[in-house]
């Protein structure tokens, strides 16, 4: 019968059309997705990446702020100025401790042609010291400053002075059996003690103890004197402190009526002062000999 067999092509007809439209919309769906993988909105794998990126950079500390290689720019110094000496004559200065003089008298010594025992001199400059911490003493208290090569021509006997001085400061033995002197005395050298060596500004000297004498005598008070003899490193000036200096372990003065047994034992007297003073601190003597030396130690001697 017809009727029955039209009912099928029908039914036929509509499940193609439905099958045509399904894909129709899976095509338009899959261009719409398609087309916003490359469009400007993210993905969502492009905000998971941008999430953790943000948590891992929050998560990680700042760097620390790193030192300049810039140096800091250097600060001035100040330097104090030069004080200036205390005496300042013909070229010589120097400072000394005012316990030590309250005045200084400056000369200059005309020159001496002799020919008795003390020789002869050049004209020179001398500080003579006025208000020296000790008075009746047999030396008076002075310094001198000799031109080497006048005192060479005017008095020969100067150049084995100045010769042995240069070669005992080259040495420097710790027990000299004798020390250079200037000026010369009509007497012997008995000892030498505190041997010292130091530089004054311009040039090099030894100090040391001593005490002379005609005769054998006591180590006393009256006559033991500190003395500093030097010359400048150009050769050209000599340098002769004579500084009077006590001990409370030495008499005032020598006895006068010393018997043979003393003339007898007299090497052996020196030797046992020699080194009883030796042992003696610097400020246990009158003047310090750190005043002494210090002083000393200032002198700048050049050409006037």
Not at 18 to 38: D, R, V
Not at 114 to 130: D, L, T
Not at 204 to 214: D, K
Request: hydrophobic content about 40%; proline content about 9%; charged content about 15%.
């Amino acid at each position: 019968m017809k009727p029955q067999n039209e009912f099928p092509q029908f039914k036929k007809q509509h499940i193609y059309l439905a099958l045509a439209i399904l894909l129709l919309i899976g095509m338009s769906l899959a261009c719409t997705l398609s087309g916003g993988e490359t469009g400007n909105e993210k993905s969502v794998e492009d905000e998971i990446a941008t999430s953790v990126a943000g948590t891992l950079a929050a998560q990680i500390p700042a760097a620390p702020p790193q030192a300049s290689n810039t140096p800091d720019a250097p600060t001035a110094t100040t330097i104090p100025p030069t004080a200036a000496p205390d005496i300042l004559y013909q070229g010589t200065s120097f400072s000394y401790a005012d316990f030590l003089a309250s005045s200084i008298t400056l000369e200059t010594i005309p020159a001496l042609n002799s020919e008795g025992p003390e020789g002869s001199y050049p004209e020179h400059i001398q500080f003579s010291f006025v208000g020296y911490p000790l008075s009746g003493t047999f030396h008076d208290p002075r310094i001198m400053i000799y031109p080497v090569d006048a005192y060479r021509s005017i008095f020969p006997y100067a150049n084995d002075i100045f010769d042995n001085l240069q070669t005992l400061l080259a040495n420097q033995p710790s027990n000299p059996e004798r020390i250079p002197f200037l000026p010369i005395f009509n007497a012997a050298q008995l000892m030498r003690a505190q041997v010292k060596y130091f530089d004054f500004q311009n040039g090099s000297g030894v100090r040391f103890l001593t005490i002379y004498g005609q005769s054998a005598l006591v180590v006393n008070n009256q006559e033991l004197f500190y003395t500093y003899q030097g010359m400048t490193n150009d050769g050209k000036y000599y340098i002769s402190a004579i500084l009077p200096i006590s001990h409370p372990s030495l008499p005032a003065t020598s006895p006068t009526n010393l018997d043979q047994n003393f003339y007898e034992e007299f090497e052996a007297h020196i030797a046992e002062v020699t080194n009883q003073l030796n042992g003696q601190a610097d400020d246990s003597f009158a003047p310090t000999l750190s005043a002494l030396d210090a002083m000393m130690q200032s002198f700048l001697i050049t050409s006037p």
